[in-house]
């Protein structure tokens, strides 16, 4: 089974952009979170999706949004870029998202000029 | 509020030793899952082992296992024979909810041959 895939693995970015990222979960996999890992405050969780609906948010700004399709594929995306967005940012994807293990993506590593 | 407190920020050990990773949380759930991901250079997380609390009994995994005191809440995580590929950051997480996970701080392991 194939794992969760992140796309673009690399993006620079300039202050004040937008960008986008992807997630394509596990199959049958219809839970994914996303979640911000700077040197600085770790691990951070953004938000969480299952069944197209976000069913948990962490403590971003609204410039942090997402959405998830019905085919379960996620996508982040953060408006008006700032230089401290600068981050590797990770998605996890689970069955149902009730207690269960998280398998994560390789990250798309954004940095912000 | 859930936390998770990782108080080694870094480790070492000699190749074949043994070294136990700590980590303490704070909860007022009976019900919920513990886990420890090891995150190497690639920036891959991957899933070391996880401990349902319900269960009384320690999870291990070949040279992984874990040392559950639930009363304590603590979840430490020890690795028996260290190897070089065993060099990583090392995240003690928390879930009691519908995917919403709490990490530690991480700790880095150094593996010395």
């Known amino acids: 089974k194939a794992g969760v895939t992140q796309t673009p693995r690399y993006l620079i970015k300039t202050r004040g952009q937008q960008v986008t990222l992807s997630c394509s979960p596990i199959?049958?996999?219809?839970?994914v979170s996303w979640y911000q890992q700077t040197p600085g405050q770790g691990l951070q969780f953004l938000f969480e999706?299952?069944?197209?609906?976000?069913?948990n948010k962490g403590n971003f700004p609204g410039r942090f949004s997402g959405r998830q399709f019905s085919n379960s594929r996620s996508e982040m995306n953060v408006s008006t870029l700032e230089l401290g967005d600068s981050a590797l940012y990770l998605c996890a994807s689970t069955r149902t998202g009730n207690q269960e293990t998280q398998y994560f993506g390789p990250g798309t590593r954004l940095l912000v000029l | 509020a859930q936390t998770v407190t990782q108080s080694q920020p870094e480790m070492s050990v000699q190749e074949a030793e043994t070294v136990t990773l700590s980590c303490t949380y704070d909860?007022?759930?009976?019900?919920?899952?513990l886990f420890w991901y090891k995150q190497p250079p690639s920036r891959q997380m991957i899933l070391v082992i996880r401990?349902?609390?319900?269960?009384?009994q320690n999870a291990t995994e070949n040279r992984f296992s874990v040392n559950f005191q639930k009363a304590a809440k603590s979840f430490s995580l020890k690795i028996s024979d260290s190897q070089l590929g065993d060099a990583a950051m090392y995240f003690c997480?928390?879930?009691?909810?519908?995917?919403?996970?709490?990490f530690g701080s991480g700790t880095k392991l150094n593996v010395k041959p």
């Open positions: 909860t007022s759930e009976s019900d919920y899952y």
């Open positions: 199959s049958g996999h219809r839970s």
């Open positions: 999706y299952f069944s197209e609906t976000q069913r």
């Open positions: 997480a928390y879930n009691y909810n519908f995917n919403k996970f709490y």
């Open positions: 401990q349902e609390a319900y269960k009384q």
